[in-house]
C-alpha cells in the first residue's frame, strides 16, 4: 500500500489528511502519493519540482551539446570533400593545360565534350524520373479485371528500358497495351518514344490513339502534328500545329514546324512570318540559322549573314551556318571571306570523322544548306540532323510543365 499525505507546494511541510491549506504558510495543499518503502526513509524531504526541471534542462542540453558536436564533424567532412574536390580539378586542370601546351590535347574540344557528356547525364536522369511519372500514370489509369497481369506487364516493361533492353521492354509494353487498348498514358509514352528515335509513322500511330482518347491533350497534339508533317500529311499537320498554338500559347517547334511546311509551298512570306515566331519563341542558334538560310534564299544577303554570325557568336563550332555564310560571300564575291568560312566550317565536328566520300557529301549544299528542297515526306526532319535534334529536344520538353488547358 502507499501513504497519502498532503503536502506543502511551497513549504513542503506535511499536513493532516482533510486539511486544505497549510497550517504553516497558508499554501494550499497537494496531495502526493509515496510508495511504501518512503515510511522507512529518515525524513528527507521529497525533491522538488525544480530540481526536476533543472535535470530535464541539463539532460537537453547535454543532448544539443552532442548533436552540435556531429554536425561540427559532418560540416568539417565536407568541407575536407569540398578541398579535395577543389584540388582535384586543379590536377585536372593543370595536366589539360600541359598537354594542351604540348598539342596533345584540343581544349575547346575536350571542355565541349565534357559539357555533352554532363547534359547527357542529366537527360539521363530526367528521363529516368519522368520514365517513372508515367509507370504511376499508367498504372493509376488502368480499368479492368486483369489488373495484376497488367502491372507486372507494365513493371517488367520499364525495368527491362532502365536496363538497356529497349525491344524486350517495348514488346512487355505492347502486350500490356493488349489487355488495355485505350490506356491513353501507354499509347502517349509509345508515341513519344518512337518520336524521339525518329520512327514518325509509328509515332503516329500510337499518338493518333493517344489523341482520340485524350483530345485536349496540347503536347499530344503538338508530337502528332510534327509525326504527321514528317509523314507527308501537310494539311492534317497545320491544323494540328495550329490548334497547339492557339491552345497552348507559343513554342520553337510548333513555328518552326509551320514554317517548315510554309516553306515546302514556297510561301515564303508565312514561313518567314512562323519562323520569326519560333526565333522570339526560343532563342538559339538553330532558330538564327534556319532565319538565315530562309533569307537567303530570298536573296537577301545582309539579313541572312546577320542572322549567321549570330548563331555563330551562340555557338562558335556551327559548321553549317559557317558554310552558309562561305556560300553568301562566295555569290558576292567576297573570295577571301567565302575561303574563311569554308575553312572554319570544315574544321568543325561536322566534318571530322568522315571517309573522303562521306566527308565531301557532308560538305555538299544538299546536306548541310538544302533544308527547304522538295520533298515529300521527312520534311521537318529530313537533311539536318542538327535542326532534327533541335526540334525534337524542344517538342519533348514543351508543355511538360504546363497544365493541360480545357
Known sequence: MSNIAHYCQKCLAANPLGQDFCARCGTRLMIVVEPPAARFETGEAPPSSDEHLLERISALENKFSRLTEKLERGL???????????FDRSLVKALIGLLTEDGLVQSDRLERLWNDRCQKDAAEQEENVRREAFKLRILKSYRGANDTQFEQLITEGFLLIEDKQVERGLKSLHRALDVMPDNSALLNYLGEHYFRTGK???????????????PSDVRLALLLGLSCADDGDSEKAKELLNRTTKLGGSS???HYGLGRLFAAEEN?????????????SRPSPEAHYVLGCLYYQLG?????????QKAIEMDSSYGEAFYVSGLIYQRTGEDSLASDAFQRAAATEVFNGHSDEESQRAKSAERLFDIFGPRKKKILTGGNVRLERALREDALREFVSRPNPR
Open 200 to 214: 514518325t509513322k509509328l509515332a503516329r500511330t500510337y499518338l493518333t490513339r493517344a489523341h482520340d482518347v485524350s
Open 300 to 308: 537577301r544577303d545582309s539579313l541572312a549573314l546577320r542572322h549567321l
Open 76 to 86: 568539417d567532412l565536407l568541407l575536407r570533400q569540398a578541398q579535395n574536390s577543389y
Open 252 to 254: 520553337f517547334a510548333a
Open 268 to 280: 515564303w512570306r508565312q514561313a518567314l512570318l512562323e519562323f520569326k515566331r519560333a526565333l522570339t
